[in-house]
């Protein structure tokens, strides 16, 4: 409402990255233990899913893909490459890595949810199924869903509804703001 009365507040490329990224760590952050809490709680897998050390990090690097496969859909052409560029390289030292093996990374993790998510472009079920996938978590469930190697749909569920707070809001962010080069 403001913003259609005063203008939208102007944001560089390069400080919207930097909010993008801090919201990325900061949901893997907050996501992250909430996540892992539901798995190791779910009645449907017949043993436990064992967590280490460094799996948080596969989980920033889920969200991470999985929020930048949405800029696209609510960033003008080219705007959602420059911001990817910028965060590849913001976004690389929390993961010990340099910017082009995080894009490498990034970009075939994409090709990874969006196969294992197909026909669904329904990003939060991508993310939801690449956990399933990245955390072999279908060595935990019953036999049927094991040889099936297909997450169980109640668990899924269950996934889905926390992944969805995991997926930043594009477009309630943007209608504020005007990412400006």
């Known amino acids: 409402m403001i913003g259609t009365i005063f203008g939208k507040k102007k944001i560089s490329e390069e400080k919207f990255s930097n909010v993008f990224v801090n919201a990325v760590l ?10 892992v809490a539901e798995l ?3 009645s449907e897998f017949t043993t436990r899913p064992v967590f280490g050390p ?13 929020n930048l ?10 705007v959602d490459q420059r911001l990817a560029q910028h965060a590849y390289s913001k976004f690389a030292p929390f993961l010990g ?4 093996e995080l894009e490498t990374e990034t970009i075939a993790l994409q090709h990874f949810m969006a196969r294992i998510n197909h026909p669904s472009k329904n990003t939060v079920y991508a993310m939801s199924k690449a956990i399933f996938h990245k955390y072999d978590l279908f060595r935990n469930q019953d036999a049927y869903f094991r040889e099936m190697k297909a997450p169980n ?9 926390l992944m969805q707070y995991c997926l930043w809001d594009w477009a309630e962010l943007l209608e504020d703001l005007k990412v400006t080069a």
């Open 26 to 35: 900061r949901l893997a952050e907050e996501g992250y233990p909430t996540i």
């Open 40 to 42: 190791e709680e779910a």
């Open 54 to 66: 460094g799996d948080d990090e596969l989980f920033a690097l889920i969200l991470f893909a999985g």
């Open 69 to 78: 496969m949405e800029a696209p859909k609510h960033l003008p052409s080219g």
């Open 97 to 100: 890595t340099s910017a082009a």
């Open 153 to 161: 749909p109640i668990v899924l569920g269950r996934i889905n509804k």
